[in-house]
Nanobody, 117 residues
């Protein structure tokens, strides 16, 4: 019954910024990690950023220095601030809550991010 609702996607020009959010409809017991994945047409889904319950963060090399993941425990929300966007950042972005990123978990519905050249 718990749902993850994403928002914030859209179309921007290269060099622009977008901020994504993912809010859980209720507190999920046992969640130790939250993350953002993206999938471009014809490409493998990849983990771009994650954050643990202790606020440890990881980023894919392709987004390091440009993206920032954060969370608000009080509102059960995880965010992804994306700056200096590039056309190769285009794809559907999915949030995930789980015990770990490697295991099973809850997924958002996905939000489209399109970066024009």
């Amino acid at each position: 019954q718990v749902q993850l609702v994403e928002s914030g996607g859209g179309l921007v020009q290269a060099g622009g910024s977008l901020s994504l959010s993912c809010a859980a409809s209720a507190t999920i017991v046992g969640i130790n990690a939250m993350g953002w994945y993206r999938q471009a047409p014809g490409k493998q889904r990849e983990l771009v950023a994650s954050i643990t319950s202790s606020s440890y963060t990881k980023y894919a090399d392709s987004v390091k220095g440009r993206f920032t993941i954060s969370r608000d425990h009080a509102t059960n929300t995880v965010y992804l601030q994306m700056n200096r966007l590039k056309p190769e950042d285009t794809g559907v972005y999915y949030c995930k809550y789980g015990v770990t990123m490697e295991g099973s978990g809850y997924w958002g519905q996905g939000t489209q991010v399109t970066v024009s050249s």
